[in-house]
């Protein structure tokens, strides 16, 4: 019905930079909000950023400053660029949207499969 497809992962050195997109498809009438989550062996799921429809943004404090979210409404597409990172930023990353799939309908929520991000220390 709805599918999420990430792109943009792989592996960077410490201090250096990448740029993830999630592109929203299938039957969509409007995304209220897009985001992202991160999760890193044998931690949980995290927050990392969001992006609500009027533009309005969210961030985890430990992204703050290098990290920046930003989406295209026409696309259904959100857009992570992670500066500076650190090997804590090591994780798979997940993009996250909530949905409405006709004018009557509630927000769903859905998830895609996940980019790795790996910075080694």
């Known amino acids: 019905q709805v599918q999420l497809m990430e792109s943009g992962g792989g592996l960077v050195q410490p201090g250096g930079s990448l740029r993830l997109s999630c592109a929203a498809s299938?039957?969509?009438?409007?995304?209220?909000?897009m985001g992202w989550y991160r999760q890193a062996p044998g931690k949980q799921r995290e927050l990392v950023a969001t992006i609500i429809e009027s533009g309005r943004t969210n961030y985890a404090d430990s992204v703050k400053g290098r990290f920046t979210i930003s989406r295209d409404n026409a696309k259904n597409t959100v857009y992570l660029q992670m500066n500076s990172l650190k090997p804590e930023d090591t994780a798979v990353y997940y993009c996250?949207?909530?949905?409405?799939?006709?004018?009557?309908?509630?927000?769903?929520?859905?998830w895609g499969q996940g980019t790795q991000v790996t910075v080694p220390s």
């Open positions: 299938g039957t969509i009438f409007s995304i209220y909000a």
């Open positions: 996250n949207a909530g949905v409405r799939v006709r004018p009557t309908s509630g927000y769903g929520d859905y």
